[in-house]
C-alpha cells in the first residue's frame, strides 16, 4: 500500500510540474502579442513567473521523491 501511494504521489507531481512549467513557458511565448492587445503586462509577467517557478518546486519533490525510493532511504522518506 505505501509503494502504490508512493508511486501515486511522484506521477502526480511529475504530471502538475511538467503542465505547470509548460503552462509558464506558452504564457511566456505570447508575452509579445499580449502587451501589444493590452495594457495590463504586469499580471502577465507574474503569472509566468510563479507558474514556471511552482512547477520547478514540484518537479523537484518528484525527483527527490525518486531519489528517496530508488535508494530505499526509509529515514529521508518523504512519505
Known amino acids: 500500500m505505501k509503494t502504490a501511494l508512493r508511486l501515486i504521489v ?3 507531481a511529475a504530471v502538475i510540474g511538467l503542465w505547470a512549467v509548460g503552462h509558464g513557458i506558452a504564457l511566456a511565448a505570447t508575452i509579445r502579442a499580449l502587451a501589444r492587445e493590452r495594457a495590463d503586462i504586469l ?3 507574474i503569472e509566468l513567473s510563479v507558474s514556471i517557478a511552482g512547477g520547478i518546486c514540484v518537479l523537484s519533490v518528484a525527483v527527490e521523491q ?6 530505499h532511504r526509509k529515514e529521508d522518506s518523504l512519505l
Not at 525518486?66 to 535508494?71: A, F, N, S
Open 66 to 71: 525518486l531519489y528517496c525510493w530508488r535508494t
Open 43 to 45: 499580471r502577465d509577467l
Open 10 to 12: 511522484l506521477i502526480l
